[in-house]
């Protein structure tokens, strides 16, 4: 009897859950449900696709009935002959207050429901509109009603979670793409569905996951290519898709999920729950700011400057907020359950653990703690940049959440410097490759693991790995920042600055460093990621921040591909050989299974070595074992080998030539006939049992 009372009161009134517009089909009917804790009026705006000015209905929501604590509710059905597509929100409330509890209302904005499952743009869409006061009618985003249940076929999905072969794949969906020689077809360019005609070229290179750059819906106004600012956390980017009708949207996500897992790929995405796209008081109001600013952002009590800005783009989520908290979770679930991701990548993660006021807590944030414990998430990858834009870095054990993969900066670091030939990094080349246990400890107090380091030598954030090796200088001019933006790096150009007349034999060095690099990566415990493209030497011409340049600056050019097939072929070979050795990559450290050698018997570790070798046993996990001679510096130099006789060992990766194919079609090269060898400069020799 009570929840047929409770039916009818929420067929009259409305049900403050599930927060955003969901369709009853029993009742032809939506649900709308808006969080807003500050909000004096909220109007719900219902729009006919033929005018996008005028609503073709606006309820008034009267808080006596449609409002139960901070949501704010309402049930509206709909006749057959009324034929709304979208919707959105007009909000009233307090004018800005003092300290931090400051309101952005302005009761003429039209306002993005936050948890829109689709977004639609009308042509006449202006960013600028929203940042003036007053009415941005006929030029806001609106969110697209969901008239039926979009529901994917997802018979017949493989999944698979990767152990000691997984290797990531770093992707930009438009960048992969684009560029018409790509070799896709027109319609499919810069599109998921773009990225489902290329996975065989991602099964012919071996990789095990991709890891999407920015795929929720972003402001497609603010000249920010790369989607790190983001308008909504339920939608898929609009202009990822052919059609960009809300159900069209998600049908080519889940596709191209789907395939990618036919194929044993799993799908990572890049998530940024740190910031939006509506910047500082001085920015756009299309939903969270007109909806109840100091719920969703950090405040800093400073009328001049209201908005804290921890994240480098003018504002940052209150993740400390219960409110936004749950949001957060709601999304993961939603891209977890409704598309089948795998993981996220969390941009900028040290933002989770500032409390309202922006201090740091590394006991227990609230935001992390709720993430890594829920049940829904449970099998997902969740990997952490562990920094944030305004001085924290919590690279390791710092981070507080225990089961959190964490991008290593202090590989990328390690391994730049050394390949370039910085003298002295040997003790630190030494800890890297063994998976960071400085920085992911296995202690008791502890219990890391290296997996937990996601090693990389270059992302989308800085240099192309060739443009690692072809530019001192970076060449970001046409970023707009008078070349004052992008990383600093450990770049070195083998001798030449830049592309214009390069000589032969500093190309073949570049390439020569490149497979360097690759063969480090995949030869060290922990989690490799490489950025799309370095395969065939992609180049960004210098630019190591072409976060603005949707252009041929960052599209794949996929030409380089058949210029530059030793480089493709190499890397391939190499990450058949990590998959292949499972003693490379484990779920725990090497402990016994290494020894470390230098050129003789004992590591040099002075401030001028440049050399290093290990012996990596692999009979504890059912491998051969692998002996590993590396050389950064200028000249030939003879490594004695430490383990064995000789007649055990055959050469099976030498950086000096340009293919392992190579070393395989030519069997007396892979002999060893010595118990020592010369390792040419700028070269790794690895040996394996034969």
């Known amino acids: 009897m009570n929840d047929i009372s409770m039916n009818a009161w929420e067929q009259i009134e409305g049900s403050p859950f599930p927060l955003g517009a969901t369709w009853i089909a029993k009742e032809s009917s939506f649900n709308f449900s808006l969080y807003s804790r500050h909000a004096t009026a909220v109007h719900l705006l219902l729009y006919r696709r033929d005018d996008l000015v005028h609503p073709a209905r606006e309820v008034e929501l009267n808080y006596l009935c449609n409002k139960s604590g901070p949501v704010w509710h309402c049930r509206v059905h709909r006749e057959p002959s009324e034929d709304w597509s979208y919707y959105a929100y007009r909000v009233d409330g307090p004018a800005p207050q003092g300290g931090y509890d400051f309101h952005d209302f302005d009761f003429e904005k039209i306002l993005l429901d936050p948890f829109a499952k689709g977004v639609f743009f009308p042509e ?90 920015p795929v929720f819906q972003f402001d497609p106004d603010d000249g920010d290519y790369w989607g790190y600012m983001p308008l909504n956390f339920f939608s898929p980017h609009h202009a990822y898709a052919t059609d960009p009708s809300a159900c069209n949207q998600r049908e080519e996500f889940c596709t191209m999920v789907k395939a990618l897992h036919a194929e044993g790929i799993e799908v990572l995405l890049d998530v940024v729950y740190n910031h939006t796209c509506e910047g500082d008081h001085r920015g756009p109001i299309y939903s969270f700011k007109g909806i109840d600013s100091s719920t969703a952002y950090m405040m800093t009590g400073n009328p001049e400057s209201p908005y804290a800005n921890h994240s480098g783009t003018g504002n940052t989520l209150h993740t400390a907020n219960r409110a936004v908290r749950r949001m957060i979770v709601d999304s993961l679930r939603f891209w977890d359950t409704h598309m089948h991701v795998d993981g996220f990548r969390f941009d900028l993660a040290s933002v989770f653990t500032r409390n309202s006021d922006g201090s740091i807590n590394l006991d227990d944030p609230p935001i992390v703690s709720e993430i890594g414990t829920d049940a829904d998430l449970s099998d997902d990858r969740l990997i952490a940049e562990p920094w944030d834009a305004d001085g924290q870095f919590q690279l390791g054990q710092k981070f507080p959440g225990q089961r959190w993969m964490q991008w290593n900066a202090h590989y990328r670091d390690t391994m730049q410097g050394f390949v370039r030939g910085d003298r002295g990094m040997v003790p630190d080349l030494m800890t890297r490759l063994y998976g960071s246990c400085d920085l992911f400890p296995d202690d008791l107090a502890h219990a890391l693991q290296p997996l937990l380091s996601v090693n990389y030598m270059t992302s989308h954030d800085g240099s192309t790995l060739y443009d690692l090796t072809a530019y001192n200088e970076k060449r970001n001019w046409a970023n707009g920042n008078n070349n004052t933006d992008g990383a600093t790096e450990y770049s070195w150009d083998c001798g030449w600055e830049g592309d214009e ?48 340049q949707d252009n041929e600056t960052s599209w794949l050019d996929w030409d380089r591909r058949d210029e530059h097939a030793d480089i493709f072929d190499f890397v391939r070979e190499l990450i058949a050989f990590r998959k292949s050795h499972p003693s490379i990559s484990r779920s725990r450290f090497w402990r016994g299974d290494v020894r470390w050698y230098g050129t003789r018997h004992v590591v040099d570790m002075s401030p001028e070595s440049r050399q290093l070798a290990y012996g990596l046993h692999g009979e504890s996990q059912q491998d051969t074992d692998l002996y590993v001679m590396i050389n950064a510096g200028t000249g030939t130099v003879e490594f004695g080998i430490q383990e064995w006789a000789v007649d055990k060992w055959r050469v099976a990766i030498d950086t000096s030539r340009t293919s392992l194919a190579e070393l395989a079609e030519t069997p007396s090269s892979q002999c060893v006939a010595s118990p020592t060898m010369n390792v040419p400069a700028w070269s790794i020799c690895v040996l394996v049992e034969r």
């Open 124 to 213: 006449t869409f202006s960013r600028d509109a929203a940042r003036r006061p007053g009415s941005n009618a006929g030029q806001a985003p609106l969110g697209i009603l969901p008239h039926q249940i979009c529901e994917f076929d997802w018979q017949g999905e493989r999944l698979t979670r990767h152990g000691s072969d997984l290797v990531i794949y770093e992707m930009h969906v438009r960048g992969f793409t684009r560029n018409p020689n790509s070799g896709v077809p027109e319609a499919h360019r810069g599109t998921f569905l773009g990225v489902v005609d290329k996975i065989p070229y991602l099964v012919e290179l071996g990789v095990t996951a991709v890891q999407l750059m």
């Open 501 to 548: 007349g390069v000589p032969p034999e500093i190309l073949q060095l570049r390439k020569q460093q490149v497979r360097n690099f690759f063969c480090l990566l995949m030869l060290s415990n922990g989690t490799p990621m490489f950025r799309m493209g370095d395969e065939f030497l992609q180049t960004q011409r210098g630019n190591n921040n072409p976060y603005n």
